[in-house]
């Protein structure tokens, strides 16, 4: 069945550092993959998604390639901030009516 | 634009009891789903809705329920209460439910079963 990995955390950076939080994915056919990110306190919201393969994602510095090849959606950015720190989930639409996500990796950010 | 709104924000209750929670979704768009957040298992899809009608039911058991209305606002209900449903509830909305959607997500429901 549709399933999506990712790298459990917590992750721990410093401010600028590179930041790389590792997904793949298990799917039939071509699904859009998505990364949500979760603030403390608050619902899920879409950091950024793509479509097809080749794809790139991207918003607020971060972003994602969608790689067929090797069925990975792998997010990067930069120059993280402390304002980045909260959890990441991969995420994966099954070609339906779901959305499948992954067990979501939490990133802290220190000054 | 009014977000998704999830009522109440927190609960709680005691083993065998049960729950009701809701969510009105963004206006305008009809198709709600439900995922349970627990640490360490991310989020469990429960099921979808979309006028009035579930097109698709995660691997919970029958004591997990849902409906929606002609409205498109939603409620789940969690029967005879387990201490293993302590989880946070949340709600998502898009227009049509088809998963390359983007989801717009309540901030959810806190349920501690005691």
């Known amino acids: 069945g549709n399933s999506v990995t990712q790298m459990e955390g917590p992750v721990t950076l410093s401010e600028e550092a590179f930041l790389t939080i590792n997904c793949t994915y298990t799917?039939?056919?071509?699904?859009?993959l998505f990364w949500y990110v979760q603030y403390p306190g608050e619902g899920l919201q879409l950091l950024l998604k793509?479509?097809?393969?080749?794809d790139k994602g991207s918003n607020k510095g971060f972003e994602a390639t969608y790689r067929k090849e090797t069925t990975s959606f792998h997010l990067e950015k930069g120059s993280v901030q402390v304002s980045d720190s909260a959890v990441y989930f991969c995420?994966?639409?099954?070609?339906?009516?779901?959305?499948?996500f992954g067990a979501g990796t939490r990133l802290f950010v220190k000054a | 634009k009014a977000g998704v709104t999830q009522t109440p924000r927190y609960l709680i209750k005691t083993r065998g009891q049960q729950v009701t929670l809701s969510c009105s979704p963004i206006?305008?768009?009809?198709?709600v789903s439900w995922y349970q957040q627990t640490p360490g298992q991310g989020l469990q899809f429960l099921f979808e809705?979309?006028?009035?009608?579930?097109?698709n039911k995660g691997n919970f058991p029958g004591r997990f329920s849902g409906r929606q209305f002609s409205n498109s606002r939603s409620e789940m209900n969690v029967s005879t209460l387990e201490l293993g449903d302590s989880a946070l509830y949340l709600c998502?909305?898009?227009?049509?439910?088809?998963?390359?959607?983007?989801?717009?997500f309540g901030s959810g429901t806190q349920l501690s079963v005691l």
């Open positions: 998502a909305s898009s227009s049509t439910g088809n998963s390359n959607e983007k989801l717009f």
């Open positions: 799917a039939t056919g071509y699904p859009s």
């Open positions: 793509a479509t097809k393969a080749d």
């Open positions: 995420a994966l639409g099954d070609g339906g009516f779901k959305t499948i």
């Open positions: 206006s305008g768009h009809r198709s």
């Open positions: 809705y979309f006028s009035e009608t579930q097109r």
